[in-house]
């Protein structure tokens, strides 16, 4: 198609420099002749798009190009009808390269779609088509080549570059036993994967198929477009007619038809929401068509599914309490991931990843029994450790205080918990936590700013632990305890308040994808149900995208309109000036063109992101790497500041001088160097890269309560009896250990925000290795 728009304008400017050579060699007739050619050049290729959009049942504005260049033939304007002509040709191709420009980035990622995988058999590797690809295969893959399927490394670490997928242009590296995806591309040394899915099922492909269905689309506000263009044409020809009613001068009314000849508001439009599209998918975000797009645009409610929408969707080892003599912290975790090690539960994995990541000795369990529902048991190091419920580990034998304690308070937090118990006496418990996405806050603050008016999560989770997350990110309302035939209801009542978004990952979501004006779905599984049922399709699993979407959006469709505002505005006032005489036919078809060219233009700026490019991370790598082992190491250890407290009145005085000791080292020489050298190191360094005159303001003013609160603690534990802390020493002790327990927490959870909002890497590590 942009081929054929070419070689007509070639054409036409060929014919029309060849009558302008003639003209002045004085051949008035062979002139005309050059001249009719190159009008009639393009004229032909409009009357074939003319029929073929009324066969479609859509009768084009281009019906005033082809009343304009046949009337300037009739009245014997034939130099007008030459300069009509090139002006159409002109306009059919920059608007064919605006919006191939435009579709670059969607035309890339089906043109580089993997077509062959390299499979292993034995000592041999042979090459295969994509679909011969079996679930199980071994396959290599070479440096440069992109992933043909989602698999698991089997000989990492890879490096990949996953731009294509997450718009990130930094590669990543995934150790072996990680899954990557297809569609990333191996920026470094050949490795192996083992496939876990086939071609049609893999990421990749299920991308091809939202592309596809995006090319495909026509947006809202481009029928909005053709609406408009069904009124413009009866006004054009009736400004036409009255002009020369009025004048008695027929060139007058065909000076209307030039300067309304072509009208921007067909041209512009699309271009806008291809842009957008096309930005979209740049940034890891694939909009199903142009009408996803022009709607999201307009969200007034906001829905989040709550499990690996807003969480990570992935049980985190939060804390581990031990309640009997013998058996501290770190010995509990050690028994229990021993015995873990046996079974598959989820719950199970997360224990037994904790202790391997702290380094702890685990011992293979012998003898183990499995009860679904209940736990597992097996001998360990000559004991029988268990590992699950209470009930189920109790057997109706009444429990101790502190275990019974722990259970009433747990019960008004309500977290995921599992107790470990040795030789039939339980000896600890393990609680959980679904992380929030470190982006989560953020976003939701910034979807407030972008106009979103209410923001809703929806969940199948126990109302405690709904409520809790709610309140940590900034949810206006929860709606707990929600089956998908509940979600379902809830998002086609949001429906009838205003254009409803709903955001989710999982299967259980499709139907209220579906049920929204514009399901959004969250991760790169391309390919799932959710996806399928989706309008937009986030690719990588960042909640902040959603933003971006709905910025890119916003901006596409107000480019949109600015384009028809700009347009027809211009345009209108051409075609009174041409009404009343003052603009001469061909001097209107320069006008024209010149609008056209104003309309695209301002449309081609949806490409861009209004800031000048993207935001670049501004954490080092080397930085990046250095914060998240400082807060890996330090931040499930500050839990231990709230258990001295919870322990105080139950500890002989002595025993708690000696806890309030080792407190007091740990706060000293541990907490305080970090928090000193990140506000004497850290902060300056990040606060460089940031707007404002002090960025980091707030954030320092709680290193300073935190010094605070760590020295007012050393002075009351320096000035204890020597025997222990008496009773008036507690109330100070519990107020300042659980004082800084809340600010050290509340901290760190903002440090995370912070490092994340900077560098992607850091908040990818905080959701796969939480």
Same mark, same amino acid.
């Given at each position: ?238 400004? =036409?007619?009255?002009?020369? @009613? ?7 009314? /065909?000076? &209307?038809? $030039? +300067?309304? *000849? #072509? ?86 994995? =997360?224990?037994?990843?904790? @202790? ?7 011992? /293979?369990? &012998?003898? $183990? +029994?499995? *009860? #679904? ?104 309302? $929860? ?292």
């Amino acid at each position: 198609m942009k081929r054929r728009s070419l070689a007509v304008l070639i054409g036409s400017v060929v014919a029309l420099l060849a009558g302008g050579v003639l003209w002045l060699a004085g051949s008035d007739g062979p002139a005309d002749a050059a001249f009719v050619v190159a009008a009639v050049i393009p004229l032909s290729q409009l009357v074939v798009g003319i029929i073929q959009e009324l066969r479609r049942g859509r009768p084009g504005i281009d019906v005033i190009a082809l009343l304009a260049i046949g009337g300037a033939l009739t009245l014997g304007e034939i130099l007008t009808a030459a300069i009509v002509g090139l002006m159409l040709a002109t306009g059919q191709f920059l608007d064919e390269y605006a919006s191939g420009r435009a579709e670059r980035e969607l035309t890339a990622l089906l043109e580089r779609a993997p077509r062959i995988a390299h499979r292993i058999l034995g000592d041999d590797v042979v090459t295969v088509a994509i679909d011969a690809v079996e679930v199980g295969n071994r396959l290599m893959v070479k440096a440069g080549e992109v992933v043909p399927v989602d698999g698991v490394v089997l000989d990492g670490p890879a490096v990949l570059d996953e731009s294509a997928l997450t718009g990130e242009p930094l590669p990543v590296e995934r150790p072996a036993g990680d899954l990557v995806s297809s569609g990333a591309v191996n920026a470094a040394a050949t490795f192996e994967i083992q496939a876990v899915a086939t071609a049609a099922a893999s990421t990749y492909e299920g991308i091809v198929r939202l592309v596809r269905s995006a090319q495909e689309s026509r947006a809202p506000v481009v029928r909005l477009a053709d609406r408009w263009a069904g009124w413009f044409v009866p006004l054009t020809l009736g400004l =036409a007619g009255l002009a020369w @009613a009025v004048s008695g001068d027929p060139v007058r009314a /065909l000076a &209307v038809l $030039v +300067v309304a *000849t #072509p009208c921007p508001l067909l041209l512009a439009v699309p271009i806008a929401i291809v842009s957008g599209v096309s930005r979209g998918a740049r940034r890891g975000i694939i909009f199903r068509g142009g009408g996803p797009l022009e709607t999201l645009a307009r969200a007034e409610v906001l829905v989040f599914d709550k499990t690996g929408t807003v969480t990570a969707g992935e049980p985190s080892l939060r804390t581990v309490t031990a309640f009997t003599p013998g058996f501290d912290e770190t010995e509990v975790l050690r028994l229990a991931a021993s015995a873990d090690q046996a079974s598959s539960h989820v719950l199970a994995r =997360a224990i037994v990843r904790t @202790a391997q990541d702290r380094g702890l000795d685990l011992e /293979l369990p &012998v003898d $183990v +029994v499995e *009860t #679904p529902g209940g736990g597992i048991s097996g001998i360990v190091a000559g004991h029988r450790v268990s590992v699950g419920n209470a009930n189920w580990l109790l057997e109706s034998r009444p429990e101790s205080a502190a275990v019974s304690e722990f259970r009433r308070r747990m019960g008004r937090l309500a977290p995921m918990t599992v107790f470990v118990a040795v030789d039939d006496d339980i000896v600890g418990a393990a609680m959980f936590d679904d992380v929030i996405r470190p982006d989560a806050a953020r976003a939701i603050r910034g979807l407030r700013r972008a106009g979103v008016a209410r923001i809703v999560m929806a969940t199948g989770d126990h109302p405690v632990v709904a409520q809790s997350v709610g309140l940590a990110i900034g949810i206006d309302q $929860v709606l707990a305890e929600c089956t998908p035939a509940e979600k379902v209801d809830a998002v086609r009542q949001f429906t009838e308040e205003g254009v409803t978004v709903m955001v989710g990952d999982g299967i259980n979501d499709a139907p209220a994808l579906a049920a929204a004006h514009v399901g959004v779905a969250m991760g790169a599984r391309g390919a799932g149900a959710s996806s399928e049922a989706a309008d937009v399709v986030i690719m990588v699993d960042r909640l902040h995208r959603v933003l971006d979407g709905i910025h890119i959006a916003k901006r596409s469709r107000r480019i949109a309109l600015q384009s028809v505002v700009i347009g027809m505005g211009l345009s209108l006032g051409a075609m009174g000036f041409a009404a009343v005489g003052l603009l001469a036919p061909i001097l209107g078809a320069i006008t024209q063109e010149l609008i056209d060219i104003v309309a695209i233009g301002n449309a081609l700026r949806a490409l861009g992101d209004g800031q000048g490019g993207d935001r670049r991370p501004t954490l080092s790598p080397e930085l990046s790497r250095k914060l998240r082992a400082e807060h890996d190491q330090l931040m499930p250890r500050l839990d231990a500041i709230r258990d001295t407290a919870d322990r105080l009145l139950s500890l002989e005085p002595a025993a708690a001088g000696a806890e309030l000791k080792a407190m007091r080292s740990f706060l000293s020489d541990v907490i305080l160097p970090h928090e000193r050298a990140d506000e004497q190191q850290i902060y300056p360094e990040i606060a460089a890269s940031l707007d404002g005159e002090d960025p980091l303001a707030a954030m320092s003013r709680s290193h300073r309560e935190i010094f605070h609160l760590i020295d007012s603690f050393d002075r009351v534990v320096a000035d204890l009896h020597p025997s222990g802390p008496e009773p008036a020493d507690l109330r100070d002790l519990h107020r300042l250990l659980y004082g800084l327990h809340a600010v050290l927490r509340l901290h760190f959870e903002q440090e995370e925000e912070l490092y994340a909002s900077l560098d992607e890497t850091y908040a990818e590590a905080l959701l796969t290795d939480p």
